[in-house]
């Protein structure tokens, strides 16, 4: 099984709203990613957790939290976002750091109005 | 220079052509190779993944890796509409991963 889950699939927010992004994966991988994908553009990296601890984070505004509850999951906790932060969010997990071959979600479409 | 360059097409063929969709990279510490197949507003679907030079064969796709050259490639034989899509290379070293920009190839019936 290479299913990486995420819910919702869609989500639609104000500016004022606190919402969050889930992601599950059944895999036992120990790496997992949050990114972000503009239209016909490739996805750029937001943050890396390895062993459930935050290894990466690619300079994103704090407006974008998030948290690792166990090696299944991870989450994505947004509050006061802009509209430009409308994107697909996608979440990946590897097998680890030293096997970085990434397998992804289906993404949530986020839309900020 | 870009770390990884891909031409971003778009790229059209007819039902039944051989597509071949290529990456070169400048990074030497790329260690694994991948190939992502991405349907529009969908995630990334991983293909296929290499590791280190070499070819690999999965039904009609085929990866190369020539290290020596830093070229990646992928083969699609016997094409067919439902591959129409985004494809997009990837390499990662332990600690990072790169994409290409994208190549958008429709297959037309």
Same mark, same amino acid.
């Given at each position: 099984?290479?299913?990486?889950? /995420? &819910? ?9 709203n606190k919402k969050s992004l889930k992601c599950e ?8 990613? $949050? ?24 300079? +994103? ?24 932060? !409308? ?5 990946? %997990? %590897? ?15 986020? %839309?900020?109005? | =220079?870009?770390? +990884? ?19 070169? @990279?400048?990074?030497?510490?790329? =260690?694994?190779?991948? $190939? @992502?197949? =991405? @349907? ?9 993944? &290499? @590791?280190? %030079? ?9 990866? /190369? +890796?020539?290290? !020596? ?16 899509? &985004? ?19 429709? +297959?037309?019936?």
């Open positions: 099984d290479t299913e990486v889950t /995420q &819910t919702p699939k869609h989500l639609v927010m104000g500016m004022t994966q059944h895999m036992g991988h120990r790496a997992m990613y $949050w990114y972000k994908q503009k239209a016909k553009k490739p996805p750029e990296l937001m943050f890396v957790y390895s062993y459930e601890k935050l290894s990466i984070n690619e300079s +994103v505004p704090s407006r974008f939290s998030p948290e690792c509850p166990n090696s299944s999951l991870l989450n994505l906790h947004l509050h006061a976002l802009q509209p430009e932060d !409308s994107a697909l969010y996608l979440c990946a %997990s %590897s097998p680890g750091l030293g096997i970085n071959i990434q397998y992804f979600g289906a993404g949530t479409r986020l %839309s900020v109005l | =220079q870009k770390e +990884v360059e891909q031409d971003p097409g778009p790229l059209s063929v007819p039902e039944g052509a051989i597509v071949s969709l290529n990456c070169t @990279y400048s990074n030497s510490a790329f =260690q694994y190779f991948m $190939w @992502y197949r =991405q @349907y529009s507003r969908k995630g990334p679907e991983l293909l296929m993944y &290499t @590791y280190s %030079s070499g070819n690999k064969e999965d039904g009609r796709f085929t990866a /190369q +890796v020539d290290k !020596s050259s830093k070229y990646i490639s992928l083969f699609i034989r016997d094409s067919q509409p439902s591959d129409s899509a &985004t494809y997009l290379c990837a390499m990662s070293d332990n600690n990072d991963m790169r994409f290409g920009a994208g190549t958008r190839l429709t +297959v037309k019936p």
